[in-house]
Every structure is written in C-alpha cells, then in structure tokens.
C-alpha cells in the first residue's frame, strides 16, 4: 500500500514550458485534490475532484488545468510555466462520502521556473 | 470565503513546557478542523482533527479544543521534545469531505533541548 505517491519529485522548466504533475493514490479514495505550498501561505488549494468524473477550482486555479483520469489519478497541467508558479505541489486525497475527512497527501513535488 | 488566520508564527519552547497554537476561521460553517504536522522537506501529516459537535479532544500529549462561538480553534502540545519541532497547520473546511479546506500560514515549532 503505497498511499499517495506523486512524480516528478523535482522539476526546473523556463517560462513558457509546460508540463504535468502526475498523481496516484492506492486508498480507493473518493476525492483527490491538488494544492500548491509557498513560504508563509500555508497550503492554498489549486483544483479538486470530489468523485471520479467531477472537478473543481479551488482557491488559486489560475494557469492551471487538472484530469480526474480514473478513481486512483489526478493530473495537474501547467500549460504555459511563469516564475510565479514556482512551488512546492502537494496532492491529496481522502475518503469521503461519509469517512473520515482526513486527507492523505503525497510527498510533493518541488517545481521551480526560470 | 473562509479564512483562517494562525498565531503564532513562530515559538520556540523549552522541553518538557507546553506549546499553544491558535487559529481564528470565519465562515461558521465550517465544521471540521484538522491539525496537521510538517518535518522539513515532508509531506504534511494529520495529528489530531476535531469537529464542530464537540468541544475538546485529546491523544496523549496533545490536545485540541473548539469555540463555535467565537471561531477559534487551538492545538496544546504538554511535556514537549525536540522532535516536535515542525510547522503546524490548522485548517477549517466544510461539508462532508472536506471539499474546500483553507489552511492557515502555519507555526513553525522550536523545542529546545
């Protein structure tokens, strides 16, 4: 059971490049989610997705895209990479539907743009 | 929107005292506050999560209590240890699931030994 796992574990892009986040989870989880985490703000929601099928912005959706591929993957697009992006990003996902609300997340990837 | 606000910042303790974290939110619709724990270059963690039908919840050495009323939420840690040291973050959502979860800027813990 290997939780939520999350690739690349690091990435540098130039502006302007894109690229996806690829995230999985093996809970047999409802909901997955995507947020970034900056220094001092906490962690600020990007998109998520309450159930296979569905997806939502969040706090903070501007220049990014997401895919709720299946149950277990979510996807998250930076279709045109800026300095502003620069980021550590975290998914996560829980049960809910009734479960508990904890989130479980995976162990981030750390993007930086040039 | 919901906010959430966290103080402080920053502590720095001595082991073996006590730590306190508060937070204020303000939608009262929130319903569910999670704690969750940050070692350096980890993935957040879940301590400890309350929600809005009880007031007080405890797990060994830590606790958390609730004040519908006035919007505040706060994480006690007693007899302290080095390896509590972290960052902290409470959060607030509502509604089954969590869907929508604002977390606060966290606390970046110090316990000295």
């Known amino acids: 059971n290997a939780g939520v796992t999350q690739t690349p574990k690091f990435q540098v892009l130039k502006t302007g490049q894109s690229m996806t986040l690829q995230c999985a989870q093996d809970m047999n989880h409802n909901s997955m989610y995507w947020y970034r985490q900056d220094p001092g703000m ?3 929601l990007i998109y998520y997705s309450a159930s296979e099928g569905t997806t939502d912005k969040g706090e903070v959706p501007n220049g990014y895209n997401v895919s709720r591929l299946n149950k277990r993957e979510f996807s998250l697009r930076l279709e045109s990479a800026a300095p502003s992006q620069t980021s550590v990003y975290f998914c996560a ?6 479960g508990t609300d904890t989130q479980y997340f995976g162990p981030g990837t750390r993007l930086t743009v040039l | 929107g919901e906010n959430v606000e966290q103080h402080p910042s920053t502590l720095s303790v001595q082991e073996g005292d006590s730590a306190v974290i508060k937070c204020t939110y303000s939608d009262s619709a929130s319903n569910y506050f999670p704690w969750y724990k940050q070692e350096l270059g ?5 301590i400890i999560d309350i ?13 958390v209590t609730l004040n519908k009323t ?3 939420f706060s994480l006690h840690i007693t007899e302290t240890q080095p390896e509590d040291s972290a960052v902290y973050f409470c959060a607030a959502s509502i509604g089954t699931g969590g869907f929508k979860t604002i977390f606060g800027a966290g606390t970046r813990l110090f316990v000295k030994a």
Do not use: C, F, T, W
């Open chain 2, 70 to 72: 006035a919007k505040h």
């Open chain 1, 42 to 44: 906490g962690l600020r």
């Open chain 2, 42 to 46: 980890k993935r957040p963690q879940l």
């Open chain 2, 51 to 63: 929600r809005s039908n009880v007031g007080e919840k405890k797990d060994q050495r830590i606790a």
């Open chain 1, 93 to 98: 996902s829980n049960l809910a539907g009734g």
